[in-house]
Structure formats: structure tokens, C-alpha cells
């Protein structure tokens, strides 16, 4: 079993079914709106614990309502909470608008995971874990503290630097496992990716800053490439997609679970891509996450059908 810490942030998601997205200045009908928890530091902690990993939480909560349903429910997942810090901000929301294709525009309003600062992160004692993963919807300050103290811990990190604004690329050095869709890749390599050539392309750019590098692709799988010169293309699987929310998040939680606990890197990723398969086939973000018995049986379908 893998030991894993996640920093990062916690909202609450505000949802509401479109047929389309407005355009600026315009005012249209929602069809219903649901409340999820969600945020990428605790989508991704619920998709680990959920694929067998043992997960700390660290982050800011405040002490509302939001604040309160959210402990409850990492709880729920086995999630353990000493370290996160209550914060005099409200706790962090998501405004999210799906359309009827399941993509989604997304509003954030950072409060308690704003407010989530150094002096925060200082206080954490890294002993004991198997790796970090770190995203970029807390303060950048805070983000780039726990680089430096995971660096001089000897701690891998798993980054996805979403949303990519504000990320300094100066960080990447500090990355061991760099996870990125492709708007995150084209940002970070100046390289527009139209294919898996271009996202090839753009790997070896990216991989003069980072050892290890995941470009998740969308419909079209994702590429893993590395510093020795392995390459692995993981096919998507087929499914019908509903609300893409927590679908980067889900993969990154459980391709570091997997493969921390000892899996081949192929298999991890296999697994990490059925994972984020079932979590885009259901709404919400941390509820569509799947569990391990859930992707294992999926997978177990797709071998069945493919032979």
C-alpha cells in the first residue's frame, strides 16, 4: 500500500446542467444544479484512497458549512485529516456549467485554499510518505514552499500545475512526475499539439526540466515519456461521456497509487485511464470517482470483449 500526502485544495462545486455554454454577456437556462465536493488536491486524494492508497489531506477548509461537508466526506473515504488547517475564509467553490457534450466551464474562488500560505506548509512532517501530489489551486507561494521541502526531503512529487496561470516553469526542475493535459503541455512547451506527433514533440521539450512526464490526451489516451527513453501510448477506452469534472484529477490519483504500491508502469497507466473512463460516465466530481473493485471489473470486461 502506497503512503501518500496531498496538498491541495478543497471546494465545494456548484453544477449546473447547459444545453450550451453562454457567450459573453449572455443569460441562459440551467437545466438543474447539484452540489459535489470537489477541488483538484481532494479529487485526487479520493481517487487514491479509492485505488488502495493510504492518504493524508493538507490544505485550508473554513469552518462553514462547505468546510464542514467536506471533512465528512473525506472521512467517509478514510482520508486522514490532521493536517488540514481551519482557515477565517470561507471555503473554497467551484461554479461549474456542463453542456449537453459533458464539457464544462469552471469558475473558482480560492478562500480557504488561498488563504493556505508557507507558514502552512512548514508545519507539515513529511516523514513516512511514499510521495506528494501537488497541484496549483492553493497559493503559489505555498506550492512552490512544498517543492523545496519535498526536494530537500528526497519526496517525489506528482504535479499536475493546473490552472497553469500563475505556475512558474522555473518549478519543473523540482517535479518528478509531471502530469499535464494538452492545453497544460502547449502552455508549458510553447508547442501546439494537434496529435500524438506534436505531443511527442512537446514530451521531449518538457522533459529537459522533468524526469518523468504524462500527457493525458483526452479521447485519445494519454502519452508517458521519460528521461530514458521510454515511450508508452495508452489507448482510451470507449465510453459515454457525461461530465469530464474530476477526469485528470481521477487519473493522476490513481496512476500514483498503483503504481507507488508496485505496479508496472504500463499497467498503472492502463489502470489510471479506466479510472478516469468511469468517472467521465457519471456527474459530479469526488462522486464519479470510482473505486478499485469497480475499474478492476471494467478492465476485466475490456479484456473479455477485446479477446
Known amino acids: 500500500m502506497a503512503n501518500i500526502l496531498v496538498v491541495g ?23 438543474e444544479t447539484g452540489f459535489f465536493i470537489g477541488g483538484k488536491g481532494a479529487n485526487q486524494a479520493v481517487a487514491a484512497a479509492r485505488s488502495g492508497a493510504s492518504v493524508a489531506m493538507a490544505g485550508g477548509l473554513g469552518s462553514d458549512s462547505f468546510g464542514r461537508d467536506i471533512r465528512k466526506k473525506l472521512a467517509e473515504d478514510r482520508i486522514d485529516l490532521g493536517l488540514v488547517a481551519e482557515k477565517p475564509a470561507a471555503t473554497g467553490v467551484a461554479l461549474i456549467a456542463i453542456d449537453k457534450a459533458g464539457e464544462n466551464n469552471i469558475i473558482l474562488s480560492a478562500g ?15 516523514s513516512g510518505y511514499d510521495a506528494i501530489l501537488l497541484q496549483n489551486e492553493i497559493s503559489p507561494a505555498a ?21 497553469i496561470a500563475g505556475f512558474d516553469r522555473a518549478d519543473l526542475s523540482k517535479i518528478s512526475f509531471l502530469i499535464v493535459n494538452e492545453i497544460e503541455a502547449e ?5 501546439r499539439i494537434d496529435g500524438i506527433g506534436k505531443a511527442r514533440q512537446a514530451g521531449k521539450q518538457l522533459l529537459e526540466a522533468v524526469p518523468h512526464l504524462v500527457i493525458t490526451l ?8 521519460d528521461r530514458a527513453g521510454t ?36 499497467e498503472s497507466l492502463r489502470y489510471a485511464t479506466a ?33
Open 231 to 266: 515511450e508508452i501510448e495508452t489507448p482510451a477506452f470507449a465510453v459515454h461521456v457525461v461530465d469530464t469534472t474530476a477526469a485528470g484529477d481521477t487519473f493522476i490519483g490513481a496512476f500514483a497509487a498503483t503504481y507507488l504500491a508496485g505496479a508496472e508502469l504500463a
Open 112 to 126: 480557504a485554499n488561498g488563504a493556505y500560505g508557507e507558514k502552512d506548509v512548514d508545519g507539515l512532517h513529511l
Open 143 to 163: 506550492s512552490r514552499r512544498m517543492l523545496d521541502r519535498a526536494e530537500e526531503a528526497s519526496i517525489p512529487v506528482f504535479m499536475n500545475p493546473a490552472p
Open 9 to 31: 485544495s478543497m471546494n465545494m462545486d456548484i453544477v449546473t446542467q447547459v444545453e450550451r455554454h453562454p457567450v459573453p454577456g449572455e443569460t441562459i437556462q440551467g437545466r
Open 218 to 225: 483526452g479521447g485519445k489516451g494519454s502519452l508517458y515519456m
Open 187 to 191: 502552455e508549458l512547451s510553447g508547442i
Open 275 to 307: 479510472a478516469s473512463a468511469l468517472a467521465v460516465s457519471a456527474a459530479g466530481a469526488q462522486s464519479s470517482i470510482p473505486p478499485e473493485e469497480q475499474v478492476r471489473a471494467f478492465l476485466e470486461n475490456e479484456e473479455s470483449a477485446a479477446g
